[in-house]
């Protein structure tokens, strides 16, 4: 379709808008040279659409609420391509921010309802050829944007350790189809913990690889600085053997160096905990809203780690502290101008965008900014605030301020091989009752970022595990490690696991299919 020529109001509105002092002769002066540029929009359309790739059929459907344990999928589907390959014969669900072609996308969100994407994610092809069979979409956050499972569109996430309890987010329709047992494996993305919370939340493994270790093409971004996708499973071997399928360059994201090596990330497993040297974060313990038994459960793990034969220390990162506060600006405005503003892609940046996704979700947005959740109310009221009051000043403090926070770490894994400290302060809370206030559903969302956040910022690899139980729920240990060194920190965790003999599952979990 041809782009509108716009008239005197249109012109004389944006003009407005910028404060450009035209009067209304000056802005018809304008107007045929305006029309004549915008004519390259039209010949742009024209060659990309004659090449544009046609949505495929793909069988879908949505389930029904008896098929739908914990409120968990979105979509169902059962899309295999390959019998043979490393994950031939399992099952994956792909969160709802990534692309599936032919199969319906929401990212969550009434904003984005209705979009079918006509190419699938990198990752999802990786799998595909990998043998995998495509099990379905995972419900995930409204926007990805909070870590409780508690503002999609389609209702809250329910856990399958407790059912009054989020899942986890913004992942958690990933975390919970996983944790009970529904599919052997799923994808995450993560931008402020958004795969190691649910893995903590609902006892399992998730790793968020090193940034630009795995290619974001086709998945729906939050911030091109911090988006990440990776593997939430039961055991750390799979999560290493998903992590082998989805990582390399792809061509497309130019968040990957030119020079990207993968690594054998099975294999290292079999290195055992022999020689690995771990420190103990100490201002990741004792924060803000932590809960004593939290810190003691992942203590308790760390004692595991000393008993499998790993060297044990306490180190101290003090900027760890200020990571969080990095993270906001970042997240905040970041996400403002490139989630929101610009329509999810953002500009200036060489990768594969998605045409279609943008003018679906902006036409969408624009038309009813109600539809957007407490969390991007308040990403919006904040960061908008700081964009027009500073002009970008505050994010660029941030920025700046990222490879500072990340020297710490690497002062610390300078000294040792992986870092270790609680996922999340606390375990899974209860969900939001339906008359909740936002500073309750922002309470509940935005409580447990204080550990993860940091990682998305600097782009250190980060994995999740279980450490025991405390009272019946779910805590997590995270492990973090040097810069495209993903497989040592697969390896200290898959240690720590034959350590302790495997995780335990919920007594709803069932086998899965």
């Excluded at 069988?59 to 739908?68: C, G």
């Excluded at 043979?84 to 904003?111: E, F, H, I, Y």
């Excluded at 006509?118 to 043998?131: E, F, N």
């Excluded at 970022?449 to 450490?467: E, I, Q």
Aim: glycine share 12%.
């Amino acid at each position: 379709m041809p782009l509108p020529t716009p008239d005197h109001d249109a012109l004389a509105a944006v003009a407005a808008g910028y404060g450009l002092g035209l009067s209304a002769a000056e802005v018809d002066e304008y107007a045929p040279v305006v029309a004549g540029l915008l004519g390259s929009w039209d010949v742009v359309a024209e060659l990309y659409e004659a090449d544009a790739p046609a949505v495929p059929e793909r069988p879908w459907s949505r389930p029904e609420a008896a098929d739908n344990p914990y409120n968990a999928w979105y979509v169902r589907t059962s899309i295999t391509e390959s019998s043979t390959g490393p994950l031939a014969g399992r099952t994956v669900a792909v969160k709802d921010n990534t692309a599936v072609a032919g199969v319906p996308m929401t990212n969550g969100s009434m904003a984005v309802e209705g979009f079918v994407p006509s190419t699938d994610a990198t990752i999802v092809r990786r799998l595909l050829d990998a043998g995998a069979t495509i099990a379905g979409k995972a419900v995930c956050e409204d926007l990805c944007f909070s870590g409780a499972g508690i503002t999609a569109s389609t209702g809250h996430v329910e856990n399958p350790w407790d059912r009054t309890r989020h899942a986890g987010g913004s992942s958690g329709g990933s975390g919970a189809l996983v944790a009970g047992g529904l599919v052997d494996m799923a994808t995450g993305g993560d931008q402020g913990g958004s795969i190691r919370i649910p893995a903590s939340d609902c006892g399992l493994v998730g790793h968020k690889p090193t940034w630009g270790l795995v290619p974001y093409t086709g998945a729906f971004p939050i911030e091109a600085t911090i988006d990440h996708v990776g593997p939430i499973t039961r055991t750390v071997t799979d999560a290493a053997l998903m992590l082998s399928v989805i990582a390399g360059r792809d061509g497309n994201d130019p968040r990957q160096p030119a020079d990207l090596q993968v690594q054998d990330y099975l294999g290292a497993l079999g290195a055992g905990a022999r020689g690995l040297r771990v420190g103990v974060v100490r201002e990741g313990f004792g924060l803000a809203g932590s809960e004593p038994e939290t810190d003691e459960s992942v203590r308790a793990a760390v004692s595991a780690l000393a008993d499998a034969g790993m060297t044990v220390s306490e180190v101290s990162v003090p900027w760890h502290l200020h990571g969080p506060r990095i993270w906001d600006v970042i997240a905040t405005e970041g996400a403002t101008a490139q989630m929101i503003d610009t329509y999810g892609y953002g500009l200036n940046w060489k990768g594969l965008y998605d045409p279609e996704v943008m003018d679906h979700y902006g036409r969408r947005w624009t038309e009813d900014g109600s539809r957007f959740p407490e969390t991007v109310n308040l990403v919006l009221l904040a960061g908008k605030y700081g964009l027009d009051t500073t002009h970008g000043r505050h994010y660029a403090m941030a920025r700046n301020l990222a490879p500072k926070l990340a020297a710490a770490y690497d002062a610390a894994l300078a000294e040792v091989d992986v870092l270790v400290m609680p996922t999340l302060p606390m375990r899974a809370t209860e969900r939001p009752g339906p008359d909740a206030r936002p500073p309750e559903i922002l309470g509940c969302a935005l409580e447990m970022l204080a550990n993860t956040s940091p990682f998305d910022v600097t782009g250190h690899p980060a994995c999740s595990v279980p450490a025991p139980l405390a009272d019946g729920l779910p805590v997590g240990m995270m492990l973090v490690g040097r810069q495209f060194d993903d497989a040592t920190v697969l390896r200290a965790a898959h240690a720590y696991e034959q350590a302790v003999g495997g995780f335990p599952a919920p007594a709803s979990a069932t086998a899965a299919v």
